[in-house]
């Protein structure tokens, strides 16, 4: 069956991807030229000089990675305890993947160990010792963790794009408009941050917002979303995590029984050890 606004998605996907790749890849210079924006005059970034971005920087990174965690836990948790969440084990192993395969593979395990850019505060033009590597170039100037791609960026979008896919059934017209708003202005920021502290280039950060883009709409297609998030309602999820709690504290009683119960053996032995029969 045909969606038309899951086209409209793909194709706006497609058009930013291939205006990011002319811009970037014939003129890479413009990378440089949008960095230098946010320095000042010796050539340092402004908002790396200044405290409340790095912390907010740092809120924002930690905050993304404990909800990420969470979510990959609680559906890896749900198929192993073989529990059947009302709000539809798909869904959750939907937003699983979606940070597991972008964010995780193909941004930090793949990318960013190997593509060897330098970050921005590492050049040269920004008062570093490393070479400028152009976004699809494979360069030797980082051997670890580099610049391309943004790992913030796309942990940060894939979350509000597996979100925004999962909820919109169940938005209202309202809803739905401040929901992009609220996801998109948190992608903005994330990205803002990364270029503004020097941490990376704008390619870089738009780069890994349209990889967590592709992947979700491949994962929304693969796994059949269209249908199973009607299931992802907020009294499902509630009822979730009713559930969870018992589960967890059914766990914690049988784990404390067999503690007791290791113990008591323990005391037994010490017992005959030191008070023979």
Not at 38 to 62: E, K
């Amino acid at each position: 069956m045909t969606d038309p606004l899951f086209t409209r998605l793909h194709t706006l996907t497609l058009t930013c991807a291939v205006v990011v790749l002319v811009v970037f890849a014939a003129v890479p210079e413009v990378d440089i030229a949008l960095s230098a924006l946010l320095t000042d005059r010796a050539g340092g970034f402004i908002a790396a000089q200044m405290g409340w971005p790095q912390v907010l920087n740092a809120v924002l990174r930690r905050s993304f990675e404990l909800v990420a965690l969470g979510l990959v836990v609680l559906a890896f948790g749900a198929a192993l305890l073989r529990v059947r969440p009302a709000s539809g084990l798909r869904c959750w192993a939907f937003l699983a993947a979606a940070i597991l395969i972008g964010p995780g593979l193909i941004v930090n395990l793949i990318l960013k160990e190997h593509s060897g850019r330098a970050r921005p505060m590492h050049i040269e033009a920004f008062g570093g010792d490393h070479l400028f590597s152009p976004m699809l170039r494979v360069a030797d100037q980082c051997l670890t963790n580099c610049s391309f791609t943004s790992g913030e960026a796309a942990l940060t979008s894939a979350m509000v794009f597996a979100a925004l896919a999962l909820g919109w059934p169940h938005f209202g017209p309202r809803g739905r408009r401040n929901a992009v708003l609220v996801g998109v202005g948190l992608t903005a920021l994330v990205m803002f941050l990364r270029v503004a502290l020097g941490r990376h280039f704008v390619s870089d950060v738009l780069a890994s917002t349209l990889i967590s883009a592709f992947v979700c709409l491949a994962l929304y297609r693969l796994m059949g979303m269209a249908q199973a998030r009607h299931s992802f309602t907020a009294g499902a999820i509630a009822q979730d995590f009713v559930t969870l709690r018992q589960v967890l504290a059914r766990g914690a009683s049988r784990g404390a029984d067999r503690a007791a119960l290791v113990l008591r053996n323990l005391w037994g032995q010490v017992e005959l050890v030191l008070w023979p029969r």
